[in-house]
């Protein structure tokens, strides 16, 4: 990868560079015709605490997003643990049951609340905006609770991680996945 002189950025390479910043791995879940649904998104974000509001990215071919988003508006955002790379990567993959490994329960809301996760929040969209390939999902919290103290899953150049507590005075760890 090398620098980009300001006329031409290749999306290879621009995928690259973004890949060295780290992201926590959240899966937003919601339940369509009686089934649980879910996809994965890096980028999770707080955009306002009055009122506390939520952001994430979707590309435009997701297909799970469409049934999440076709539940009201409402979903639940799981913030996975360390220790549930798998689960990143069943919602991560197209198509297939991906629930079929997940142990999940209702929030009560009724979007999945996977168990094991760090913590869950309720949403409800409240906007959308074109964004490139992508579209930005802004949404209200209605309700949250921290589930489990853990660290939470990270994904970093092409790889999930552990970020330990920094009061344990470790370095992150590399997961295998």
């Known amino acids: 990868m ?5 006329s031409m950025v290749s ?4 995928r690259l560079l973004m890949g060295r910043l780290p992201t926590g791995v959240v899966a937003v879940t919601a339940v369509r015709d ?10 999770f974000f707080s955009v306002s605490l009055h009122p506390t509001l ?12 469409p049934r999440i988003e ?7 955002a799981n913030i996975l643990a360390a220790d549930q790379a798998a ?16 142990d999940w329960y209702p929030s009560p809301n009724g979007s999945p609340i996977i168990r094991g996760a760090v913590a869950y929040l309720d949403c409800e969209k409240t906007a959308s905006h074109n964004a ?8 209200r919290v209605t309700r949250f609770h921290e589930v489990r103290d853990e660290g939470p899953l990270v994904f970093y ?19 295998s996945g």
């Open 2 to 6: 090398g620098p980009s002189n300001g």
């Open 11 to 14: 999306t290879d390479d621009f």
């Open 34 to 43: 009686g089934e649980p649904v879910g996809l994965v998104v890096g980028s």
């Open 54 to 65: 939520v952001g994430f990215c979707i590309g435009r071919s997701s297909t799970s997003w």
């Open 70 to 76: 076709a539940f009201n508006g409402r979903f639940g």
């Open 87 to 102: 689960i990143s990567m069943a919602l991560a993959a197209p198509g297939g049951d991906k629930f079929g490994s997940i």
């Open 132 to 139: 490139g390939d992508h579209v930005l999902i802004i949404a």
């Open 157 to 175: 150049r092409k790889g999930y991680y552990s970020l330990l507590q920094p009061r344990s005075g470790h370095q992150p760890t590399a997961l």
